[in-house]
């Protein structure tokens, strides 16, 4: 397996290949017809993740021989005006949610494509996009019911805060969970 890294304009030139990954990573997601999960809805999500220079940092795992991709993630820094933390359901305390742009990276998606599960490439995705990032903390979302991510992120660290309904249309409740940075990679 081999990584590449991409800001948010690198990122728009391999639009396809986001989209291939998330209708293989989550197909029955997307079987479900839940509309939020559709992959038009999932790719407008990410083409405003993209639309703007907020400091996106997508990784993408490739087959290190075929150069096939196999998974993906990315995240980038919130900054002051964010919108991240609207729809938090209780501030776990006074301050929380104030960003600098220097104090939280948002993990916003990681996938892995179904016949590479259950190999750790999510784990490798999700410590090579966090490592050597200078923010004091990461946070992510993840559904209560998504009880194989929720495993995954509580083995590595992760810590529920609270709930969220982020605005985007038909967007479900999710956990935020926060980590503390850096990592260790010393597994």
Known sequence: MKFKR??????R??????ELVYRDAYAAA????????????????FDAYTASDRGLDLVMAYHASTEEP??????WPLGPETAWWRGLISEPEPGFTVETGHRTFALSEIMVRQEW?????????HDDLLKGRTEQRATLLVEADNHTAYRAYSA?????VG???PAWPEAPLFDALILPLPIDLGH
């Open 156 to 160: 590595w660290g992760w810590e529920k």
């Open 163 to 165: 709930q969220l309904r």
């Open 30 to 45: 997307i079987a479900s017809a839940d509309p939020f999960d559709s992959p038009e809805s999932f790719m407008e999500r």
């Open 117 to 125: 599960t259950g190999h750790g490439i999510a784990h490798a995705l």
């Open 70 to 75: 196999i998974g993906q993630t990315w995240g």
């Open 6 to 11: 991409h800001n948010a304009a690198q990122a």
């Open 13 to 18: 030139k391999i639009r396809e290949t986001v």
